[in-house]
């Protein structure tokens, strides 16, 4: 019931930067928290990084000092600035949300994006 719309993948040559945004949109709901996956070819999709509501981030250890998670709450949307690409950053990144009704507290549920090809290579 809550939709999210990443944008922002694209080609990048290693060592270059790139932001993906993903916006929510529908009902009325509130965002509990709002995170990044990736999934590259035969491999488990992997969290690259969190934010709550509270402005509190997570990343994985392989992304840690490259990238930063933030968010525009007017815009409903969440950033995640890349930067120092590797080959190996090449993956489908999903954004991730975990949301209630506004006004409820429970129950929350989950949803996730189609998701955006970010290609690292020469």
């Known amino acids: 019931q809550v939709q999210l719309v990443e944008s922002g993948g694209g080609l990048v040559q290693p060592g270059g930067s790139l932001r993906l945004s993903c916006a929510a949109s529908g009902s009325i709901f509130s965002i509990n928290a709002m995170g990044w996956y990736r999934q590259a070819p035969g491999k488990e999709r992997e969290l690259v990084a969190v934010i709550s509501s509270g402005g509190n981030t997570n990343y994985a250890e392989s992304v840690k000092g490259r990238f930063t998670i933030s968010r525009d709450d007017a815009k409903n949307t969440v950033y995640l600035q890349m930067n120092s690409l590797k080959p190996e950053d090449t993956a489908v990144y999903y954004c991730?949300?975990?949301?209630?009704?506004?006004?409820?507290?429970?129950?929350?549920?989950?949803?996730w994006g189609q998701g955006t090809q970010v290609t690292v290579s020469s």
């Open positions: 991730h949300a975990d949301w209630v009704y506004s006004g409820s507290y429970f129950p929350s549920f989950a949803s």
